[in-house]
C-alpha cells in the first residue's frame, strides 16, 4: 500500500498507542524526556509544580500565574508585558531545544495528572515501548507520521516500530493496528500492519496508588530531573558549538 493511501486510513477518536523499540542509554532518555515534554506541567502536586519551575527557571510557583509573577517580579517586566513576558521564558526553554511540533507524542515522564500516572514511550532508564494509553483527538495518520520525522531527525540513534490500533486501550479485547510507523537511521517508514506488536490494556499495574500516594504524579525524583535538565543543557550548548564549526568548515 502507497503512503498516500496509508496516510487516508481513518483512525477512531482516542486510538491506543503501542510501541517496542531498541532500548537507549539513560543519558539518551534524559535528552528524549527533556525534548520531547510539552513543559505544561501542571498537576495536583503543588510542591512537585514547585520543584520543577525552580529547576527550570530558578523560582518556585505551584500554578501559571505563579511563575509568570515571579518571573515578571525578578527580570522587572510590566504586568501586563505579555511579549516581554514570554521572551524571558524563553531565554530558560530554549537551553533544551524543546521539540516543536509534537502534539500525540510527547513524553509525559516528569509530571502527570493523567489516571494513570506519569507515562510514556520513553522511560528514565531507557526503556523504550508503551501500550497503556492513548492518544487524539482524532489523530490523522500523517499528522503522527510527521511527528516521528521530527523526533528521529532529533535522535538517530532511536530504533523502534509503533502501531495505533482501532480502538481504546483495553476498549476491545481483539483489538487491530491500523497503521505501523517504523523508525531507524534517523528515517521513517510507514506500513500497513501484518501482525499485532502488543496488545494494549489501559492505565498501569499501580493505578491505585493514584488515589493512596500525594506523590504519584511526580515520575522522577528532584535529583533525576535536576540533572536530566543540566545534561541537556550542556549537551544541547556542545551541539551547536559543534554546528558552528561544521558551518564554519563549509563557508571556507
Request: glycine share 8%; proline share 4%.
Amino acid at each position: 500500500m502507497k503512503k498516500t493511501e496509508l496516510f487516508n486510513k481513518g483512525l477512531p477518536k482516542w486510538p491506543a498507542l503501542v510501541v517496542k523499540g531498541k532500548p537507549v542509554t539513560e543519558d539518551q532518555a534524559k535528552e528524549i524526556i527533556v525534548r520531547t515534554d510539552g513543559f505544561c506541567f501542571s498537576c495536583n502536586d503543588r510542591e512537585w509544580e514547585n520543584d520543577i519551575n525552580e529547576i527550570i527557571y530558578g523560582v518556585r510557583g505551584s500554578t501559571f500565574g505563579d511563575l509568570e509573577k515571579s518571573l515578571k517580579e525578578r527580570h522587572n517586566i510590566d504586568e501586563k508585558d505579555w511579549a516581554g513576558y514570554y521572551e524571558v521564558k524563553d531565554t530558560y526553554t530554549g537551553k533544551y531545544s524543546v521539540l516543536e511540533g509534537l502534539n500525540y507524542l510527547t513524553n509525559s515522564r516528569i509530571a502527570s495528572s493523567w489516571i494513570g500516572g506519569p507515562h510514556g514511550w520513553c522511560a528514565w532508564n531507557g526503556r523504550i515501548g508503551c501500550s497503556n494509553y492513548n492518544i487524539g483527538k482524532w489523530p490523522l495518520v500523517e499528522a503522527v507520521y510527521n511527528e516521528w520525522v521530527i523526533i528521529a531527525e532529533a535522535f538517530p540513534f532511536l530504533e523502534l516500530k509503533c502501531q495505533l490500533m482501532d480502538s481504546e486501550a483495553g476498549e476491545n479485547e481483539e483489538p487491530k493496528p491500523v497503521v505501523e510507523y517504523e523508525i531507524k537511521n534517523g528515517k521513517v517508514k510507514i506500513y500497513e500492519p501484518k501482525d499485532i506488536l502488543d496488545y494494549p490494556v489501559f492505565g498501569s499495574e499501580d493505578m491505585i496508588r493514584r488515589f493512596t500516594d500525594p506523590h504519584a504524579e511526580r515520575g522522577c525524583s528532584s535529583k533525576t530531573l535536576k540533572e536530566a535538565f543540566e545534561f541537556v543543557e550542556k549537551k544541547m550548548e556542545i551541539d551547536k558549538q559543534i554546528e558552528k564549526k561544521e558551518i564554519w568548515k563549509e563557508v571556507k
